[in-house]
């Protein structure tokens, strides 16, 4: 696709991590009208929508209400019924961060939603808190639930008004992959650390689809990372990884200055599975048929078995266990 017959308020970019300009299509697929074109990286092997719609349609995408967009809630659903429903996501995020925790941390979420994991941070540790938000509607929320006032729309208007504070703790649960400047993003927060501080990310982990393609792909996700890529661009901008969850499943990382004297986890099992494009491709296959069949099993054989059956089979695993 050359710039000619590019849809309109589309754009070709570069590999937003590795800055190289040679990739290969590797899934393209339209969605609410929305062409989804993703491309693979020859180089650091990191997918990433291209072309992709320009930074203004994805603003007023997420000015017309990003969260229930993304929860699938109309206008007479409860959003507070959202804020329980990130209870157990929340704990979830809380359990893996505990050991870098402890009283009285600055804590600077990017993308914080409804606030809860911050609200969260500020009742059980006296943490400081501030968060960016993007979605008026989340912002909302955040102050009627959790009294927090979120007076920075964007990543941008934040670091606009910048006045010097840092930070022991940077936050972005899913958010890495909306960015579409992830280097630049991760080049001005990871000056904003205090010495000793730390950063958490959580993305999806395009090596370990949780869903079938169609639901995986997705407008709003301009980045797909792989462990490798992700750990590049960290890499690249000042940080580096030293703790991790399983890499089996969506990716979550605590990043600390690349001066610190804690040590690096190991590049073993990340490569192994995220390099090179091979390597990718057949991980997103794999799991792709695995979910499509779970699904399938889930939506149109689990239903054909009468309840009692179902809770025979059941009680029969369990006390197998
Ligand atoms: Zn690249």
Known sequence: MNQKTLPENYELITCPVCGADDFK????RTIDKNLLCSVACLRCSHVFLNPR????????YYQRGFSKEFNA??????????VKGNAAKTERILRFLKPEL???????EIGCGYGNILAALRDRYDATVTGIEPDPAAREVAKKAFN????FESFENFIGGYQGDTYDVILLHHVLEHMLHPDEAVSRFSGLLKPGGFVYIGVPNITALTFPKKMFFRFPHVSNFTPFSLELLLSMYGLKIVRRDDFQKPLSVIAVAQSSERTLVSWGPIVA???PLGRVKRAILFSHIYHSIRLFIRDHIRPLFPRWMKD????????KI
């Open 25 to 28: 299509v590797i899934d393209e």
């Open 53 to 60: 719609a320009k930074a203004e349609v994805y603003e007023a």
């Open 73 to 82: 809630i109309g206008e007479h659903v409860d959003p507070y019924e959202q």
């Open 102 to 108: 402890r009283n009285g941390l600055r804590v600077l």
């Open 148 to 151: 927090i006032d979120i007076v």
């Open 273 to 275: 599975r995220s390099f």
């Open 312 to 319: 025979f089979v059941k009680r029969l695993l369990k006390k």
